[in-house]
Nanobody, 117 residues
Framework: QVQLVESGGGLVQAGGSLRLSCIAS????????MGWFRQAPGKEREFVAG???????TYYNSVKGRFTISRDNAKNTVYLQMNSLKPEDTAVYYC???????????WGQGTQVTVSS
């Protein structure tokens, strides 16, 4: 069982920055594929960014160049640095983990990010 706890959400003006953190339980964190997803009101959850155990990284097109995902395996933590935030980035952001052989199968409780115009 893997538990994920996000933090770092909040209210920020357009153009501002936030850094989300997600701490994971488990002794094999370094083997997990980690990702960030988001869900805006009335919309489906969408992929934002992912980082693999080999540190291969992928981003959703609309956040490329603005968001950076990273991980610190010594701290069992994955980060999402969000710069140049836009009102359309407003959503609940979820951290997710994919253990070996699975799609994302563990989820955090989510953290709210609100970007005002």
């Amino acid at each position: 069982q893997v538990q994920l706890v996000e933090s770092g959400g909040g209210l920020v003006q357009a153009g501002g920055s936030l850094r989300l953190s997600c701490i994971a339980s488990g002794r094999t964190f370094s083997s997990y594929q980690m990702g960030w997803f988001r869900q805006a009101p009335g919309k489906e959850r969408e992929f934002v960014a992912g980082i693999g155990w080999t540190r291969g990284i992928t981003y959703y097109n609309s956040v490329k160049g603005r968001f950076t995902i990273s991980r610190d395996n010594a701290k069992n933590t994955v980060y999402l640095q969000m710069n140049s935030l836009k009102p359309e980035d407003t959503a609940v952001y979820y951290c997710a983990a994919a253990t070996i052989g699975h799609d994302y199968n563990y989820w955090g409780q989510g953290t709210q990010v609100t970007v005002s115009s």
